[in-house]
Each structure stands twice: as structure tokens, then as C-alpha cells.
């Protein structure tokens, strides 16, 4: 049997697509836990409400430094709410209240202290449809750095943020095209360039893959898997089999509530509840 990395690129993603069907739960090696990982953002008692539905209800839970924590779920459970509420984008919609206090590296996100704008920088986010400006790929990535007084050398940060969403290879020629023209899984990752142009601390995503083929899937899950090195990433994904794949943690939720928040393995192969239990075998969702 070849090994994966001896594979080329291509045959690699080819792999990887096949495994994408199988229900047989893959997990990834965890990365050794060599220092204790500071918690970024911390979630005390958060309640989150539209008008008086509360979509997501006393949920605690503390998101680790430079891993990968995955929020999973059937849909309507109130993944994108809790995701949505780390860097505010709640904020625009006018029915919400939020109780309880989220808190990004220590300071309480709706504390006098706190700008949503300065937060949003620090938290970027990753939509479910790519979603790139109508403008060429160069400007999609420059435009938000630019806009923000960037003073190094942009063509440099366009090339760095292409490089670290792993597309730097394909659009290097064509910069100056439009956005349009990429494929919908090329978008995603220019998505994640543009996000990444910003130097967050933080990358939100929400289930960054449902739009693409199998193919393109695999390639965003490989750049997940590179990005947690120098990012830590929140990854909403409704794909039990992505979450196994990709994330270090795993958060259930259910009916707005945290059912289960534990090492992936754990929650994959030895969870405490057994509403975990019954959605991670398919039992319901
Ligand atoms: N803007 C909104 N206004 C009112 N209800 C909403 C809004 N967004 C989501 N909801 C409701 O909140 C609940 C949780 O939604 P959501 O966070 O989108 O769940 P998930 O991402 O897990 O599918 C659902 O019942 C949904 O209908
Ligand atoms: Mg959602």
C-alpha cells in the first residue's frame, strides 16, 4: 500500500475523496500535547436568543489555542449561532439577545473595551458558500489589509495569504482575473486567503465544505489541517465523518444545548452521553 505522503498531490486528494463516502469514523492523530493550550475564547453560561426562542441555551465551553475544535450537530441545534456570536456577527441581526459572557483572550467580547470591528479582525470567518467580492483574485485578498492602512508590501501579503490557503500555485498567473472565474472550491480557499490577509488570530468556519465536491473538500481539509499550526480554527461542520477527520475537539450540540465537549477520539469512540452516542451512530439527525 502506498503511503499518503509519497503520493503525488493529485492522487492524494483522489484518496482522500474516497474516503469521504465510507461511514467507518477516521480519526486523525492528535498532535502531541506538549504545553498547555490556553483557552481563546471561553463561553460562561451563554445563552443566545432570538426574540424568545433561545436558539442556544447555557452553554460553557472553552476553545483551545492552535487546535482544531469542531462544533457538531444536527441541523437547527444552533452550531452557526454559538459560531456566529464569537466574533459578533450576531450583532447584525436585530432580534437577537445574548446572556451569560464570551470572552476572547480574556477580555469580555461585549465589555466597554471591546470593538466589534478590532474583533472581527482578530476572529476572521469562513462561510458555508464561497463568497468573493466581484473583483479580480489580487484585490479579494488585498482589499480588506488595504482598507485597514496595511503599510508592508501588499503584493507580499497577497502572495503569503495565497500561499497559506494552498492556492497560491494555481492563480499566481491570472492574479488580475476575477474572482468569478475560480472554481467553487478555489473560491473557498481564496476565502480563506482573504481571511488570512488580515493576520487573525482566530478562523471561524462555517461548515466551510457543504457547496463543494468531494474533491475540493478534500483539499480545504488538508488546508484545515495546515492552518492549525498558526491559527486556531472553529470549524461548524453538519459532516461527522469531517469532524473526526480534522479536529483535535469535538462539541456536540443538540437542541442548543452542549451536549458533549471532549477530545475528538472520545467523543468518537467513548462518549460520556449517550445522546452523543445516538448521533454519532446515526441514530438520529
Ligand atoms: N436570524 C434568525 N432569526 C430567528 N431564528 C433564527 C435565526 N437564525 C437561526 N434561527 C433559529 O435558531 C435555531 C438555531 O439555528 P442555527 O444556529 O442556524 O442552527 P445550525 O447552524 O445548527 O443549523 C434554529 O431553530 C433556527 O431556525
Ligand atoms: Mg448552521
Known sequence: ?????????????????????PPAVRLRQSPPQTEASEAVLRAAGVTISY???????????????????????????????????????NDFIPSMSIRGTLS????????????????RRRIGMVFQKPNPFPKTIFKNVAWGAQIN???GDIHDLVESALRQAALWDEVKDKLHKSAYALSGGQQQR?????????QPDVL???EPCSALDPIATARIEELIDQ???????????????????VSDLTAF?????????DDTDTIFTNPNEQRTQDYITGRFG
Open 104 to 119: 476572547y483572550r480574556g477580555e469580555d467580547i461585549h465589555g466597554a473595551r471591546c470593538d466589534a470591528v478590532d474583533l
Open 253 to 261: 450540540m443538540y437542541m442548543g444545548e452542549l451536549v458533549e465537549f
Open 1 to 21: 500500500m502506498v503511503r499518503l505522503s509519497e503520493m503525488t498531490p493529485d492522487k492524494r486528494v483522489n484518496e482522500h475523496a474516497l474516503r469521504v463516502a
Open 227 to 245: 492552518l492549525r499550526s498558526q491559527f486556531t480554527v472553529i470549524l461548524v461542520t453538519h459532516n461527522m465523518q469531517q469532524a473526526a477527520r
Open 190 to 198: 481564496l476565502c480563506i486567503a482573504r481571511a488570512i490577509a488580515l
Open 51 to 89: 426574540g424568545d426562542f433561545a436558539a442556544v441555551r447555557n452553554v460553557t465551553l472553552d476553545i483551545p489555542d492552535r487546535r482544531v475544535t469542531a462544533i457538531i450537530g444536527p441541523s437547527g441545534c444552533g452550531k452557526s449561532t454559538l459560531l456566529r456570536a464569537m466574533n459578533r456577527m
Open 204 to 206: 471561524l468556519m462555517d
Open 149 to 151: 492602512g496595511y503599510r
